[in-house]
Structure formats: structure tokens, C-alpha cells
């Protein structure tokens, strides 16, 4: 090989290695940047369940919550996110790791 293949080697092999890492840092961060907004938009979706219990459900179970003394986890706003969340990992276990709250 010439001086000049070598140097030539050299440089595209630099050149290589720059873009491999920039284009993985890019890559890196656009993953992690849509996990996220996907994980808000779950997170805005249970929200909305539990928003909807307490605003239009629990008003119609009030009364029966006073006639009647045995206890129904429907009562409970957050049950019905909680739920939805189980039906969800049920449906879709591989994109959605069992993972317990913090």
C-alpha cells in the first residue's frame, strides 16, 4: 500500500467512527424521547379514567355507598386506571413490562 492509501484508510476509518457514534447518540435519544411521550400519553389516558370515575360515576354511587355497608373497589376512582392499566398488560404483555409503581 501507498502512503497515500494508508492516510486515506485513516481518515475514512475516523470519518466512520465519528458518524457511527453521532448517529447512535441520535438514535439513543429519539428512542428514549418517544418512550416518553408515550409513557405521558398513558399516563394522561389513566388520568382521564380516573377523572371520568369521580366526576360521573362516583355522583350515582353515593347513594348506594350509603344504603349499603359492604365495600366495592369501583367505588374507588383510581380501581378503574388501575384496571384499564391490568387489561392493557393483559393485551400487550411484551410492549408493556409488568412493572409494579413506585
Not at 453521532?22 to 418517544?34: N, P, V
Not at 384496571?83 to 393485551?91: A, I, N
Request: glycine residues 2%; contains cysteine; positive net charge.
Amino acid at each position: 500500500m501507498t502512503k497515500f492509501n494508508l492516510i486515506l484508510l485513516l481518515v475514512f476509518g475516523i470519518a466512520g467512527l465519528a458518524i457511527s457514534q453521532l448517529a447512535y447518540e441520535f438514535l439513543i435519544k429519539e428512542a428514549r424521547g418517544q418512550v416518553l411521550q408515550e409513557a405521558e400519553m398513558m399516563k394522561a389516558c389513566a388520568m382521564a379514567v380516573r377523572d371520568y370515575t369521580t366526576s360521573n360515576l362516583q355522583p350515582l354511587l353515593t347513594h348506594q355507598l350509603r344504603s349499603n355497608t359492604t365495600f366495592h373497589p369501583e367505588w374507588v376512582p383510581a380501581f378503574a386506571a388501575t384496571t384499564t392499566f391490568s387489561k392493557l398488560r393483559q393485551h400487550y404483555p411484551r410492549s408493556m413490562a409488568a412493572r409494579r409503581p413506585r
